[in-house]
């Protein structure tokens, strides 16, 4: 990124720009630049302006109520983690001896970059529009107001801009003696701004535009009513403002903070108020970038675009605290801090959509917070102070081995792979040694499903216990361990024939949620059926009430498998792709059953029979619950587990139904919980968008350390003309574009490095090997097709 400084002139150019009464506005950089405008529906609903220093949480019509559970009612607002900088604003107008409260937008429109909100209807002959976005690496963000006048005549308003500040800190800041302390404010004449500090700490807020103020005072503004919680206080900055028929005029402010010194805050504001087109142009250029890498292109413009926005998404959730680290956060506004889990499955989508930059950052953050375990032990969720909620749970040690894994047979770099091998190791030793109480090597814990009592041998950590010995025993190999290789393999294989016998229950056409005792089990039958009562979910009390009958005349102490739940967790066997193929395809058309048309339930049994046709808003509980959630993880996890079967069209529709999901509140994102519930942007959507698109419909599974890529498509019957490029591979870029049609397929692939090899493997019975670069090859069909290519651009056809 480049750095803008601070020239020997400065302070020229700082006194010639306050008194600068005209700027050109920055939206005008927006113009090749697409922006998706909102759901006026939705317009009373949570956006965030993102940056990686600095973010701003607001509602789509220009206001800040108080949001969020994690710190309550303080999750919105501006955020410079660890700490809160301010409540938000409010912006107001007086015309004629009327007031008007800019927070009440008529439209929202969302950009990769930033956010523009347009107030048409309040004001006769004047329409304004409010735009912010957020210059990555700077603890700031700018907004600027302008003001076009419609009418024939001159208009000439006052204008005023409040700050509304609560610096404070971020969740679990008591653990890290962050104590909150009333604020207060200091008017900085020569900047023209206000300037707020926390009593008790040096952490500062600087808040200001490029004109001067006619006015200023403490207090907040007469014309809107915002009486945000918290130890804040209210600095308001007054303009007049007069703009000629058809003319307009754009006010830009800069809020700027620091958790260290004023002397940073008052670089930092002085750096974004003189430099603000040029980080606006950098942002562009970065998000550009990001588009094109994974490029996608699909006659399902609907899905391209998702698929396309949701790396936009990603780039939103990076946290960046230099004290701590920078890392992909989990999702917003209540989770804008790091998991373990989270990252184990964000970054496999990340890394195959060229994000090494922040994979590498991610995987070293969660690395170094997890040290503190000593033992291997990967952390669950740690505060952006550095304070660990939660030491993580089973299943995360034996997915950080799998990502490792996974990113290293796509950057090919050993040393990478020799940096995290040790912690793998550790973490293996303490998964079996000190998890796994009766020796059957199914560690005991918490994984995915976090249901209180429901911590016996869960079905995910076993499965991603398994997927961990089997890549744990190629890195060792990679590396030279030989005989470490060999008793990674030989659990591993022990493993996927335990899982597939003691977890799998033929009654229910699934495998179990979990393991356990006939006692746990019927404990866990009660609970389950309170909930399944209070839902209103009959066929799932009747289902319990029966279970809990054949139970009865269980032995108490008997351990087995059990289905209780439905939980989605039951398809990570075919996520993984251990589970053996009937029992795959029967708990996959069972894992049908539990679905809506946005997705899988989390909990099968929250399900009724009227799911299927219910499309509207989802109805959450008043305190903040995953109950009776559809979630864009699982159907992810169950399109990945079609497709490992060999079924794309289904894996298809699970990608179709979260796609539905798109845009439905917040233009241009896709929420945790389908359609409009829980976080409005979630990282580890990347993993169920990218993992089945890139490496399973279009076949990518490389091997860079062999510089070896292996080609395995399997496209839907509806993608008859698709391409993805510039996939970055190693140091290797990689085209790909299928043609499909009823008589053949033709693949034309191109990369930048002619000496690496293609493999292209088609499992598919039905196709025989045409030709080759324009030879004939017309050879007979004996079952998969292999080839092996090399050279900087090839085409391959075949027929049915």
Same mark, same amino acid.
């Given at each position: 990124m480049k750095q803008y400084r601070l020239g020997p002139v400065f302070f020229l150019l700082?006194?010639?720009?306050?008194?600068?009464?005209?700027?050109?506005?920055?939206?005008d950089h927006l113009a090749d630049l697409e922006g998706l405008e909102g759901n006026k529906n939705y317009l009373s609903s949570p956006f965030f302006a993102a940056g990686d220093r600095v973010y701003m949480v607001g509602h789509q019509d220009g206001s800040f109520p108080d949001l969020g559970w994690h710190v309550e009612g303080e999750m919105g607002g501006i955020w410079n983690h660890p700490i809160k900088l301010m409540d938000g604003f409010t912006a107001a107008l007086q015309l004629e001896n009327e007031k008007f409260c800019l927070d009440k937008a008529d439209i929202f429109i969302n950009y990769? @970059?930033?956010?523009?909100?347009?107030?048409?209807?309040? @004001?006769?002959?004047?329409e304004v529009e409010r735009f912010q976005f957020v210059p990555d690496g700077q603890e700031g963000l700018i907004i600027e107001f302008t003001f076009k006048n419609l009418s024939q005549s001159s208009i000439h308003f006052d204008f005023e801009f409040t700050g509304h500040t609560d610096l404070m800190p971020v969740w679990l800041g008591e653990r890290a003696n962050m104590i909150d302390h009333e604020d207060v404010l200091e008017f900085d004449a020569?900047?023209?701004?206000?300037?707020?500090?926390?009593?008790?700490?040096?952490?500062?807020v600087l808040f200001g535009s490029t004109l001067k103020p006619k006015a200023y005072e403490i207090g907040s503004s007469t014309s809107c009513t915002y009486n945000p919680r918290g130890k804040g206080v209210s600095g308001k900055l007054s303009y007049n403002v007069k703009i000629e028929a058809g003319n307009f005029q754009a006010i830009r402010f800069v809020v700027a903070g620091s958790y260290q010194s004023q002397q940073d805050l008052e670089k930092t504001y002085e750096l974004l108020k003189s430099n603000a087109e040029d980080y606006l142009k950098d942002k562009i250029q970065h998000y550009k970038k990001i588009a094109e890498n994974s490029k996608l292109t699909l006659s399902d413009k609907k899905l391209e675009k998702a698929f396309e926005w949701v790396k936009y998404n990603t780039e939103w959730l990076v946290r960046d605290v230099p004290e701590i680290g920078r890392?992909?956060?989990?999702?917003?506004?209540?989770?804008?801090?790091?998991?373990?889990?989270?990252? &184990?499955?964000?970054?496999?989508?990340?890394?195959?959509?060229?994000?090494?930059?922040?994979?590498?950052?991610?995987?070293d953050?969660?690395?170094?917070?997890? &040290?503190?375990?000593?033992? *291997?032990?990967?952390?669950?969720?740690?505060?952006?102070? *550095?304070?660990?909620?939660?030491?993580?749970?089973?299943?995360?040690?034996?997915?950080?081995?799998?990502?490792?894994?996974?990113?290293?047979?796509?950057?090919g770099d050993k040393e990478f792979l020799s940096k995290y091998y040790p912690t793998v190791k550790k973490g293996l030793k303490w998964l079996m040694e000190e998890n796994d109480e009766d020796g059957n090597l199914f560690p005991d814990g918490y994984g995915m499903m976090e249901i209180h009592g429901l911590e016996s041998e869960m079905i995910d950590v076993a499965t991603y216990t398994q997927k961990a010995f089997d890549d744990a025993a190629k890195m060792a190999k990679v590396l030279g361990e030989t005989e470490q290789a060999k008793s990674y393999q030989k659990i591993a294989d022990q493993l996927i024939q335990k899982i597939n016998e003691e977890f799998w229950v033929e009654e229910f056409n699934s495998y179990a949620d979990f393991i356990g005792t006939t006692s746990e089990a019927l404990h866990l039958i009660d609970a389950a059926i309170v909930r399944a009562d209070t839902l209103q979910k009959p066929w799932a009390v009747e289902e319990l009430k029966s279970t809990k009958k054949r139970l009865s005349n269980y032995l108490k102490d008997k351990k087995q498998g059990f289905v209780i739940f439905h939980n989605w967790v039951v398809n990570t066997p075919m996520e993984m792709g251990i589970a053996e193929r009937d029992k795959a395809l029967k708990a996959l058309d069972k894992g049908s059953r539990f679905v809506n048309p946005f997705g899988v339930f989390v909990t099968g049994i929250d399900r009724d029979e009227s799911a299927e046709t219910e499309e509207g808003s989802f109805e959450g509980s008043k305190v903040f619950s995953y109950t009776g959630a559809v979630m864009t993880l699982p159907t992810g996890v169950q399109a990945i587990a079609e497709n490992n079967y060999g079924r794309p069209d289904k894996a298809l529709d699970y990608l179709q139904r979260m796609t539905r999901s798109?845009?439905?509140?917040?233009?241009?994102s896709i929420y945790e919980v389908s359609p409009d519930y829980g976080m409005m942007t979630q990282a580890w959507n990347l993993y169920s968008y990218a993992v089945p698109i890139v490496t399973q419909f279009f076949g990518i599974q490389p091997q860079a350390h062999l510089k070896q890529i292996d080609l395995k498509p399997q496209l839907p019957k509806s993608w008859d003309n698709v391409s993805l490029a510039n996939v970055i591979v190693g140091d290797n870029v990689l085209n790909v574009t299928y043609y499909q049609s009823p008589? *053949?397929? @033709?693949? !034309?692939?191109?990369?930048?490095? !002619?000496?690496?090899?293609?493999?292209?493997?088609?499992?598919?019975?039905?196709?025989?090997?045409?030709?080759?670069?324009?030879?004939?090859?017309d050879l007979p069909a004996d079952g998969a097709i292999s080839l092996h290519i090399k050279g900087k651009t090839n085409r391959i056809e075949l027929k049915k």
């Amino acid at each position: 990124m480049k750095q803008y400084r601070l020239g020997p002139v400065f302070f020229l150019l700082l006194f010639l720009l306050s008194c600068k009464e005209e700027i050109s506005p920055l939206s005008d950089h927006l113009a090749d630049l697409e922006g998706l405008e909102g759901n006026k529906n939705y317009l009373s609903s949570p956006f965030f302006a993102a940056g990686d220093r600095v973010y701003m949480v607001g509602h789509q019509d220009g206001s800040f109520p108080d949001l969020g559970w994690h710190v309550e009612g303080e999750m919105g607002g501006i955020w410079n983690h660890p700490i809160k900088l301010m409540d938000g604003f409010t912006a107001a107008l007086q015309l004629e001896n009327e007031k008007f409260c800019l927070d009440k937008a008529d439209i929202f429109i969302n950009y990769p @970059i930033g956010n523009k909100h347009v107030f048409q209807s309040q @004001i006769n002959g004047l329409e304004v529009e409010r735009f912010q976005f957020v210059p990555d690496g700077q603890e700031g963000l700018i907004i600027e107001f302008t003001f076009k006048n419609l009418s024939q005549s001159s208009i000439h308003f006052d204008f005023e801009f409040t700050g509304h500040t609560d610096l404070m800190p971020v969740w679990l800041g008591e653990r890290a003696n962050m104590i909150d302390h009333e604020d207060v404010l200091e008017f900085d004449a020569s900047r023209q701004a206000w300037r707020g500090k926390d009593q008790g700490n040096d952490w500062y807020v600087l808040f200001g535009s490029t004109l001067k103020p006619k006015a200023y005072e403490i207090g907040s503004s007469t014309s809107c009513t915002y009486n945000p919680r918290g130890k804040g206080v209210s600095g308001k900055l007054s303009y007049n403002v007069k703009i000629e028929a058809g003319n307009f005029q754009a006010i830009r402010f800069v809020v700027a903070g620091s958790y260290q010194s004023q002397q940073d805050l008052e670089k930092t504001y002085e750096l974004l108020k003189s430099n603000a087109e040029d980080y606006l142009k950098d942002k562009i250029q970065h998000y550009k970038k990001i588009a094109e890498n994974s490029k996608l292109t699909l006659s399902d413009k609907k899905l391209e675009k998702a698929f396309e926005w949701v790396k936009y998404n990603t780039e939103w959730l990076v946290r960046d605290v230099p004290e701590i680290g920078r890392g992909l956060g989990a999702g917003m506004p209540d989770y804008p801090w790091w998991f373990g889990v989270d990252n &184990e499955y964000t970054l496999k989508g990340a890394i195959a959509t060229g994000r090494k930059d922040l994979v590498y950052q991610t995987i070293d953050l969660i690395h170094k917070l997890s &040290e503190a375990n000593g033992n *291997g032990r990967i952390i669950h969720e740690v505060s952006t102070n *550095g304070v660990v909620f939660n030491p993580g749970n089973i299943n995360e040690t034996p997915q950080f081995a799998s990502l490792i894994w996974w990113v290293f047979q796509w950057t090919g770099d050993k040393e990478f792979l020799s940096k995290y091998y040790p912690t793998v190791k550790k973490g293996l030793k303490w998964l079996m040694e000190e998890n796994d109480e009766d020796g059957n090597l199914f560690p005991d814990g918490y994984g995915m499903m976090e249901i209180h009592g429901l911590e016996s041998e869960m079905i995910d950590v076993a499965t991603y216990t398994q997927k961990a010995f089997d890549d744990a025993a190629k890195m060792a190999k990679v590396l030279g361990e030989t005989e470490q290789a060999k008793s990674y393999q030989k659990i591993a294989d022990q493993l996927i024939q335990k899982i597939n016998e003691e977890f799998w229950v033929e009654e229910f056409n699934s495998y179990a949620d979990f393991i356990g005792t006939t006692s746990e089990a019927l404990h866990l039958i009660d609970a389950a059926i309170v909930r399944a009562d209070t839902l209103q979910k009959p066929w799932a009390v009747e289902e319990l009430k029966s279970t809990k009958k054949r139970l009865s005349n269980y032995l108490k102490d008997k351990k087995q498998g059990f289905v209780i739940f439905h939980n989605w967790v039951v398809n990570t066997p075919m996520e993984m792709g251990i589970a053996e193929r009937d029992k795959a395809l029967k708990a996959l058309d069972k894992g049908s059953r539990f679905v809506n048309p946005f997705g899988v339930f989390v909990t099968g049994i929250d399900r009724d029979e009227s799911a299927e046709t219910e499309e509207g808003s989802f109805e959450g509980s008043k305190v903040f619950s995953y109950t009776g959630a559809v979630m864009t993880l699982p159907t992810g996890v169950q399109a990945i587990a079609e497709n490992n079967y060999g079924r794309p069209d289904k894996a298809l529709d699970y990608l179709q139904r979260m796609t539905r999901s798109f845009g439905f509140a917040l233009p241009g994102s896709i929420y945790e919980v389908s359609p409009d519930y829980g976080m409005m942007t979630q990282a580890w959507n990347l993993y169920s968008y990218a993992v089945p698109i890139v490496t399973q419909f279009f076949g990518i599974q490389p091997q860079a350390h062999l510089k070896q890529i292996d080609l395995k498509p399997q496209l839907p019957k509806s993608w008859d003309n698709v391409s993805l490029a510039n996939v970055i591979v190693g140091d290797n870029v990689l085209n790909v574009t299928y043609y499909q049609s009823p008589r *053949g397929l @033709i693949a !034309e692939i191109s990369q930048e490095k !002619e000496d690496w090899e293609i493999r292209f493997i088609l499992e598919n019975k039905n196709y025989t090997l045409l030709k080759v670069n324009g030879s004939d090859l017309d050879l007979p069909a004996d079952g998969a097709i292999s080839l092996h290519i090399k050279g900087k651009t090839n085409r391959i056809e075949l027929k049915k």
